[in-house]
């Protein structure tokens, strides 16, 4: 059914992108992607149950990427084998956990109060199955909050309350400021420097070695990203990657294309 629903836009759409304790392969995250991208806005869109966080990061499936690459003239024919098993091996090598109580999660307090085992397992939210994932640590949301960060705050204010007292606030503000002046060392450089000249996203992995933003001026989004094909400018000269440029002056021009 979902193939026969690529390519079209419908007017609303209830979609099961599967069970939250499956383990997700590849073919389960395009049939959820072309389920969820069939409609224009997301008060259109209904999920019929929480479905695996894994479902969505597993990378980019080599064989699309490479044909896409090779419609865009950014590999040649002759390359097309070798970029595939390049794909295929990063994806092998980089792989997530897929087994919903194996996984790790952040707890937003312990990042906030500058600690660096933020970074916790299932027990650390007192998950003990599937069913305590939905109903414990998914309506958290973005400002997640481990059993230790919990009980603390209890300790310290007495209750969680509906909403932020004076004291919640000013501890988070005192937390906030901690982080904010910690001093990380740079593996390059070898300079303590505060957290504003590191990558926010580097952060996350300050125990393998994190480079600052000066010895490392590319965002770890760009550093990710595919080598890209450069194109120039007409009007400045300048030769841009694709993203810089519109994408219709880029399939309807001759080459005489200006950049954004």
Known sequence: MLRA??????????VDCLEVDRVPMRDDAMA??????RVRELENLLLMQAFSPALFSQGPSPGPVTLMRLLRGEIAPEDVDEEFARLKRESQDHGVEKNLMKM???CRACQMAGRDDYVKTMADFNV???SDFVTKLLPHGHWTRCTACTRRTRGEFGHLGGGMNEGVQARNAERQLAASQKLYTCRLCERNL?????WPDDIRSVATGIACKECCPKSPEERRAPPQALRTCAACERELPRVRF???????GKGNFQCK
């Open 104 to 106: 790790s999660w952040e």
């Open 246 to 252: 519109w994408p219709t002056d880029l399939y309807n």
């Open 32 to 37: 959820g992607y072309v389920g969820t991208s």
């Open 128 to 130: 003990r199955c599937p």
């Open 194 to 198: 505060v957290r504003s000249k590191f």
């Open 5 to 14: 629903l690529q390519g079209r836009t419908e007017n609303a759409a209830i």
